[in-house]
């Protein structure tokens, strides 16, 4: 089965850390989400990418977090400093370019104590 | 922003049973979709719907894409153990990449 390939799954660091988030789309999608899922908010859209170009990245607070697609297989979440409010699961998620649905990874949990 | 309101926010059913489920939306979508998320994975797509008025089945699972293309609902029929989830719906808009997501209907069951 294709899949989405997060890495890591558990991460905890201490506030005022770099941390980063890696994703590895399926071969061939071209659109790339990250999502970040909290009890309070749920699923919010933080950025996203269409044949690596970045459409929109509104959701994401530009000041300490950074999405970037440095190739076809990797996309990455950047955030620095870290603070105990990041605290969540963060997703990716991949598409066809025949846009029917999308496939989520398992996710990385995030702590920042 | 769009919103998707969906309902009920938890249900406690019995083993057998069958689950309603429904989003509403203050805006048009083209498409709407439903996913399922088990403890900690990812959301995984149940059904995808494309048309307004489409009916679609998958198994147990019937989806509905309303009229309006402001509502869609689904159905879960005889529960079983491995239904224990939570369930969200999303929408996605003519033209928009992105999906917007519901906050979830959390599925228990009592065996």
Partial sequence: DARVTQTPRHKVTEMGQEVTMRCQPILGHNTVFWYRQTMMQGLELLAYFRNRAPLDDSGMPKDRFSAEMPDATLATLKIQPSEPRDSAVYFCASGSPTGDGYTFGSGTRLTVV | ?111
């Fill in chain 2, 1 to 111: 922003g769009q919103q998707l309101n969906q309902s009920p926010q938890s249900m406690f059913i019995q083993e057998g049973e069958d689950v309603s489920m429904n989003c509403t939306s203050s805006s048009i979508f083209n498409t709407w979709l439903w996913y399922k998320q088990d403890p900690g994975e990812g959301p995984v797509l149940l059904i995808a719907l494309y048309k307004a008025g489409e009916l679609t089945s998958n198994g147990r699972l019937t989806a509905q894409f309303g009229i309006t293309r402001k509502d869609s609902f689904l159905n879960i029929s005889a529960s079983i153990p491995s239904d224990v989830g939570i369930y969200f719906c999303a929408g996605q808009a003519q033209g928009a990449q992105k999906l917007v997501f519901g906050q979830g209907t959390r599925l228990t069951i009592n065996p």
